[in-house]
């Protein structure tokens, strides 16, 4: 996946995930990051035929390796999109991400990834072209700092959401928080 570096080479034990205000990232990848410029590169994924515009968003191997549970596969099941409904959930949700590397990345597996996944996957099973709309705009809105809750598409990823956790909280063994 192309994407324009805004952040200075991480060595291979440094957390995976960007926090707030990280400081490896550049000045000017800061603006390349909140106005979504640095994605522009991932048309050409899109060209080549790697990538579509919406689908789940793709995750880091590591991430997915180490990570995702078994119920989380699902996701991977249709080609990866610049834009998906769980990265547009984190996209909105960003604020809440802490500002330490390492806790930033706790939070992410913890608390962000299995959400990220419920709402790729209310994706995976009712995708139209009209959902996909929805996401376009949605982006736009984001991108330009509006909130797009008021989207059926959103309830729709919300209700998916709290079913497939709520489904897997209740399997023994089960690592969600309730």
Not at 23 to 51: C, H, Y
């Amino acid at each position: 996946m192309y994407k324009l570096r805004t952040m200075h080479v991480m060595p291979p034990n440094a957390p995976r995930l960007t926090a707030r205000h990280d400081p490896r990232v550049f000045p000017a990848g800061r603006i390349l990051r909140s106005t979504k410029v640095d994605e522009l590169p991932q048309l050409w994924n899109v060209l080549n035929g790697d990538m579509r515009f919406f689908g789940p968003r793709p995750e880091d191997p590591a991430i997915v390796h180490n990570c995702y549970e078994p119920w989380m596969l699902e996701s991977l099941d249709v080609p990866p999109g610049i834009v998906g409904p769980g990265s547009l959930s984190y996209f909105e949700d960003e604020s809440r991400i802490p500002s330490d590397p390492g806790e930033a990345e706790h939070y992410y597996v913890t608390v962000q990834l299995p959400r990220k996944i419920a709402r790729d996957l209310a994706y995976v099973r009712r995708r139209t072209p009209a959902y996909d709309l929805a996401l376009a705009v949605r982006t736009v809105l984001g991108i330009l700092g509006i909130r797009s809750q008021s989207f059926k598409s959103v309830r729709l990823e919300t209700a998916t959401e709290e079913q497939v956790l709520g489904a897997v909280r209740s399997r023994p063994g089960s690592s969600l928080p309730g």
